[in-house]
């Protein structure tokens, strides 16, 4: 069979069903509508069946929408390859300024824009697609997990639990990070893990006049930014002493490249030093994602007695989070200024993941990579966690982790305005998980 053309005849149709896809708002946020999650739930199942997952359905969980489960075996001590994507999406809200409507596939710039186009949809179609390249009778035993959580607090952690045994197999295909840029293929190989806790600072027992007793008496606000700011050098590195670190020898990540795609201001420089990349999947990163203190329209001439933050650090692969919060947590502790009182509160702890790339699925991914694309593939990290790959893990320990997807870091904006993706990067993504499986079955 000729996989590439396959797959380019297949490709009208299966852009059609990503547009279909694309108008259902299958946010499963709080306070979003349950109807279009559940609909894009009924719709999906129908084309997963209709690609030749017969058996699919949609797996009774204890809350939340339901992930649907399916699986088509191959020819008898075939391996065992699970497919994962998510059907639920971010939100898109006015205020994120897209330019074009979120919920209807617009293409323009060779792309197809709208929530969801690329993450995960844009995944799920390329499950589809793959079955169609077979029509329906892969080379190798095929399991598909399709979750409808993703975004928000997903169910799929505690199903796998529940049901391990439903998750064995040799190789998880997790189709939902993506390459650096288009047409440029790599494995996403590690991920950063996250660790958080919300830090107290106190330096009076009660609010005071401050021009009675401004001066003297330090206000709490102020000693916080002081702290916060102890946690960067003057370059923006991160200064927390004990924090792992890490090399990074996979691709690399242009500045102005970054720049682009992360829209920062006109002037703003980027923060830290060295490559990139390295900063990225290799350092550490530390943010204040909340601050607590009197409120610009509730401000009066007082000093504020106690101010509190809520700081996230990207913790670098193969560290441990316990020991980084210890870091991060004895850094605190011990900078304040001016004898301010510092609470810690931790609130998060949740791994890095470095994925084996030595493995049977490894090589043949490489290759499909390479064939689909006319180059080898390189590797990436990933700033963000992925929890779910833990409990993966667990159920199928020796496992091979191949992360991949069809969505391109320099443009496709996921979770921002104006998500695309390149049709041409969707179908190359079909033509090599439709080579995986058959270089898998073979044994090559
Ligand atoms: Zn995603």
């Not at 339901?66 to 191959?74: F, H, K, L, Q, W």
């Not at 994962?84 to 006015?94: L, S």
């Not at 203190?293 to 316990?322: E, W, Y």
């Amino acid at each position: 069979m000729d996989i590439p053309n396959k797959v380019a005849a297949l490709m009208p149709s299966l852009v059609a069903d990503l547009e279909r896809l694309v108008a259902i708002p299958s946010v499963a946020f709080p306070g979003y509508p349950a109807e279009p999650v559940e609909r894009m739930a009924h719709e999906t199942l129908e084309l997963v069946r209709a690609a030749g997952f017969t058996n699919a359905e949609l797996m009774p969980v204890p809350s939340g929408y339901p992930p649907i489960y399916a699986e088509v075996p191959g020819p008898p001590g075939s391996p065992v390859v699970m497919l994962y994507a998510h059907y639920d999406v971010q939100p898109a809200p006015e205020s994120q300024g897209w330019t074009s409507d979120p919920w209807t596939a617009t293409h323009k710039n060779g792309r197809i824009y709208g929530r969801g186009a690329a993450d995960d949809k844009g995944g799920l179609v390329a499950h589809l697609g793959t079955m169609r390249v077979f029509d329906g009778q892969p080379p190798c035993t095929v399991r598909l997990i399709l979750e409808g959580m993703e975004e928000t607090e997903s169910n799929l952690p505690a199903f796998v639990e529940a049901h391990p045994e439903l998750f064995a197999c040799d190789l998880f295909v997790i189709c939902d990070t993506g390459n650096l840029r288009v047409a440029e293929p790599v494995f996403t190989t590690v991920l950063r893990g996250d660790v958080a806790c919300v830090v107290t600072v106190g330096t009076l027992q009660h609010p005071l006049h401050s021009g009675v007793f401004g001066g003297p008496a330090p206000d709490a606000m102020m000693a916080l930014a002081r702290l916060l700011s102890t946690l960067h050098d003057d370059e923006g590195n991160v200064t927390v002493d004990g924090a792992s670190t890490g090399v990074w020898d996979g691709a690399d990540f242009g500045e102005d490249e970054f720049r682009a795609s992360a829209d920062l201001l006109d002037g703003v420089r980027l923060a830290g030093s060295g490559p990139v990349s390295r900063r990225l999947w290799a350092r550490p990163s530390v943010n204040a994602i909340g601050v607590d203190m009197t409120s610009v329209a509730g401000s009066s001439n007082v000093l504020i007695p106690q101010a509190r933050a809520k700081l996230s650090m990207r913790i670098v692969p193969g560290s441990d989070p316990s020991k980084e919060l210890d870091a991060l947590e004895a850094h605190l502790r011990s900078h304040a200024p001016w004898g301010a009182h510092v609470e810690v509160e931790r609130t998060k702890a949740a791994p890095p993941f470095a994925c084996r790339t030595d493995g049977p699925g490894y090589a043949a991914a490489r290759r499909a990579l390479e064939e689909a694309f006319g180059k080898a593939p390189g590797e990436a990290g990933n700033g963000g966690s992925i929890p779910l790959l833990r409990y993966l893990q667990n159920a199928a320990p020796e496992a091979e982790f191949l992360l991949w997807g069809v969505s391109d870091i320099a443009a496709s904006r996921i979770h921002g305005s104006d998500e695309s993706v390149d049709p041409a990067e969707l179908q190359r993504m079909i033509v090599a998980q439709s080579l995986l499986l058959r270089n898998i079955a073979s044994g090559e």
